[in-house]
């Protein structure tokens, strides 16, 4: 059973940064395509960021280029998400996915790209 575990959330000042994680279990971490979602009450599950199994290739959002970075140590089975920068409007719970792919250079962008989920870590910026 694969299992997502994220960690790394908490309340940070606007400006501050922060570094989740999201440890994988149980399944073949290195052949995973893997994604950051976040989402607030009442909107989508948004997808921040991605990162083919590699690490050769990532994907961001437009409202978090150039603030987030995403990253992956196979050695690990660990994908980690570097946030500097960061505004109230990155409020939200963050989630981590992750998805067997076959393909190095694809990336899913949205929630039904992806089989496997972690809990969710909550991110709160204040002013």
């Known amino acids: 059973q694969v299992q997502l575990v994220e960690s790394g959330g908490g309340l940070v000042q606007a400006g501050g940064s922060l570094r989740l994680s999201c440890a994988v279990s149980?399944?073949?971490?290195?052949?995973?395509?893997m994604g950051w979602f976040r989402q607030t009450p009442g909107k989508e599950r948004e997808c921040v960021a991605g990162i083919t199994w590699s690490g050769g290739r990532t994907y961001y959002s437009d409202s978090v280029k150039g603030r987030f970075t995403i990253s992956r140590d196979n050695a690990k089975n660990t994908v980690y998400l570097q946030m500097n920068s960061l505004k109230t409007e990155d409020t939200a719970v963050y989630y981590c996915a992750g998805e067997p792919l076959s393909y190095d250079m694809f990336i899913p962008t949205t929630p039904r790209g992806y089989d496997y989920w972690g809990q969710g870590t909550r991110v709160s910026v204040s002013t």
């Open positions: 149980g399944g073949t971490f290195s052949s995973y395509g």
